[in-house]
């Protein structure tokens, strides 16, 4: 079973940044796609962020220019690097991994912005 793990989660500032990281338990270069989602209190989750095998990557229209997905192959490590944060990215942060029809989920980290 394919485990992931998040970390880097927080209170921060408005205007502040956070780093979040996504440890999976095999090989990412193994997985089609690998994501940043989130969900804010009585919201959908939707897809912040995501890469590809070969680290193509996808942002959401609300996040452009503020995050950046970023994968470390040898460490087994999808980054989501967030910058200029705002009230509005309140959410639990989970990680998914995509292989063909399988997904996996992290359990997910809470991110907190202050205003």
Known sequence: QVQLVESGGGLVQTGGSLRLSCAASERIFSFD??????????????????????SSTHYADSVKGRFIISKDDAKN???????????????????????????????????????
């Open 33 to 54: 796609f690998m994501g940043w989602y989130r969900q804010g209190l009585g919201k959908q989750r939707e897809l912040v962020a995501g890469i590809t095998s070969s």
């Open 77 to 115: 490590t999808v980054y989501l690097q967030m910058n200029s944060l705002k009230p509005e990215d309140t959410a639990v942060y989970s990680c998914k991994a995509q292989r063909a029809l399988r997904g996996y989920w992290g359990q997910g980290t809470q991110v907190t912005v202050s205003s």
